[in-house]
């Protein structure tokens, strides 16, 4: 078992930067690829980056390219997601997830949310214009 505490969330302005943390605890957290996603009432899930489990590889969704950035700190057992540049429609709630990924050989990236085994509660980000 793994939880997952999100925080960092907010209210700010269009053009502000927030940074989200993602506390884990519980099962190894270095065995875990982590994502990021975000859902506004309404809408489905989706995704915004993703990072494998040593934090070599990351992916973003064309909405956080340029703008947003996933790392992770393996001894903080921490990942993060740096948002600049921040704009209305990426108001949403904002959940990290971890999936276990057991053998590490190819440092994967999973790209959908159904591949995770593990989410957070969730933090609300509102950007207002």
């Known amino acids: 078992q793994v939880q997952l505490v999100e925080s960092g969330g907010g209210s700010v302005q269009a053009g502000d930067s927030l940074r989200l943390s993602c506390a884990a605890s519980g099962r190894a957290f270095s065995s875990h690829a982590m994502g990021w996603f975000r859902q506004v009432p309404g809408k489905d899930r989706e995704s915004v980056a993703v990072?494998?489990?040593?934090?070599?590889?990351?992916y973003y969704e064309d909405p956080a390219k340029f703008r947003f950035t996933i790392s992770r700190d393996n001894v903080k057992n921490t990942v993060y997601l740096q948002m600049n540049s921040l704009k209305p429609e990426d108001t949403a709630v904002y959940y990290c997830?971890?999936?276990?990924?057991?053998?590490?050989?190819?440092?994967?990236?999973?790209?959908?949310?159904?591949?995770?085994?593990?989410w957070g509660q969730g933090t609300q980000v509102t950007v207002s214009s």
């Open positions: 997830a971890a999936k276990f990924d057991p053998t590490g050989y190819l440092d994967s990236l999973y790209y959908t949310g159904s591949s995770y085994d593990y």
């Open positions: 990072i494998s489990r040593s934090g070599g590889r990351v």
